[in-house]
């Protein structure tokens, strides 16, 4: 079973930039599709961003523009830049990868 390790939440002006950064064990050099979801408090946990082993990218519309999603180490690692953050992106960000779930990170966009 894969193991995913989130890093790089934080509490962040409206406007700003945050980079969450997700590795994952047992790659052994493969690329697997991984990606980004996220919940809000007593909302559903939505999906954000999504990177393919061919590295082709899917965007959810809230965040097209102003999210980009981009691998690296070895094919193991899954970073989501988020910039000109609103607080409505304020939510615990999941990654995902193989069927298995990271243990979150708060991200908080607030003044």
């Known amino acids: 079973q894969v193991q995913l390790v989130e890093s790089g939440g934080g509490l962040v002006q409206p406007g700003g930039s945050l980079t969450l950064s997700c590795s994952a064990s047992g790659s052994n050099g493969i690329a697997y599709g991984m990606a980004w979801y996220r919940q809000a408090p007593g909302k559903t946990r939505d999906f954000v961003a999504r990177?393919?082993?061919?590295?082709?990218?899917t965007y959810a519309d809230s965040v097209k523009g102003r999210f980009t999603i981009f691998r690296e180490n070895a094919k193991n690692k899954a970073t989501l830049q988020m910039n000109s953050l609103k607080p409505e992106d304020t939510a615990v960000y999941y990654c995902w990868s193989r069927g298995s779930w990271g243990q979150g990170t708060q991200v908080t966009v607030s003044s």
């Open positions: 990177i393919n082993p061919d590295d082709s990218t």
